[in-house]
């Protein structure tokens, strides 16, 4: 018999992370836009966590969102000053105080984030056209990724709930917000591996893990020909794609000096 589910944070309920999140008020409002193979199988999905930390924040699901309503919505509404964090050549970066207040003119910041691996963030945003026109922010990250149980493709990615911790970082330091709880969500993604790994170490679970995780650090680079292309990727920050489209947590992604990673 399957376990009983919390359908709030996927996790089994004996195991549910709910009751020890409080939810952060922001006058930012962040859409993870996730890619359906990480919204259905991801169990360690940091986006989800993340959403749970962010009373102002929603998780919509899909490939291509130039027809998703509620996103096209999003963009559209006046009222908005919608961002794509995805780093590039015209990416803005709130770590150097690239975008002031008084930009806003008044407006909600609305920051959308792809969460999925870097390949399906390319992939989604080269399917949506309305999220390759919105203007892009960045940020410069203040530590290597924490991530213990995934590698990262390149130093400088990070998990989506990384990334967030260091744009509400940033955005507090710009004026443009205010970050309530900083520590919470790096002390909930510690408490999500620290469990992921202790099952791995229980030899009476099936996927016990005869060698230990490696500490991020001393993991060798990735290499050959599909390194290659995540390097070309990272510097550029454009989607693989011959058409030149205007300068996006990547979220479960990964992005270079601004971003995202796996999970």
Not at 53 to 73: K, P
Not at 104 to 117: E, H, I
Not at 223 to 239: D, K
């Amino acid at each position: 018999m399957s376990r009983e589910t919390c359908y709030r944070c996927f996790w089994p309920k004996a195991l549910c992370w709910c009751p020890s999140i409080e939810p952060m008020e922001t006058r930012t409002r962040f859409v993870f836009l996730m890619h359906p193979k990480e919204f259905k199988r991801e169990k360690a999905s940091t986006g989800r966590l993340t959403h749970l930390c962010l009373r102002t924040s929603e998780i919509h699901m899909g490939v291509g969102f130039d027809e998703h309503e509620a996103v096209q919505a999003l963009i559209h509404d006046p009222r908005n000053y919608p961002v794509l964090l995805y780093p590039g050549e015209t990416a803005r970066n709130l770590s150097n105080g690239d975008l002031r207040a008084d930009e806003l003119g008044g407006r909600t910041l609305v920051v959308f984030l792809l969460d999925a691996t870097w390949a399906c963030a390319r992939k989604m945003l080269r399917l949506s056209p309305s999220l390759q026109r919105l203007p892009r922010i960045m940020f410069t990250p203040s530590a290597p990724s924490r991530y213990v149980i995934k590698q990262q493709p390149q130093d400088g990615c990070l998990s989506t709930l990384e990334a967030t911790h260091e744009l509400l970082g940033a955005l507090e330091r710009s004026g443009l917000d205010r970050y309530p709880l900083p520590e919470q969500l790096l002390a909930l993604f510690a408490r999500m591996q620290d469990f992921q790994i202790k099952c791995a170490r229980d030899p009476s679970r099936a996927g016990y893990r005869r060698q230990p995780y490696s500490e991020p650090g001393e993991r060798t680079a990735l290499h050959g020909r599909s390194g290659t292309r995540r390097s070309r990727f990272f510097r550029t920050g454009e989607p693989d794609s011959a058409q030149p489209t205007p300068s996006n947590s990547i979220s479960n992604t990964s992005v270079e000096s601004g971003g995202i990673a796996p999970g």
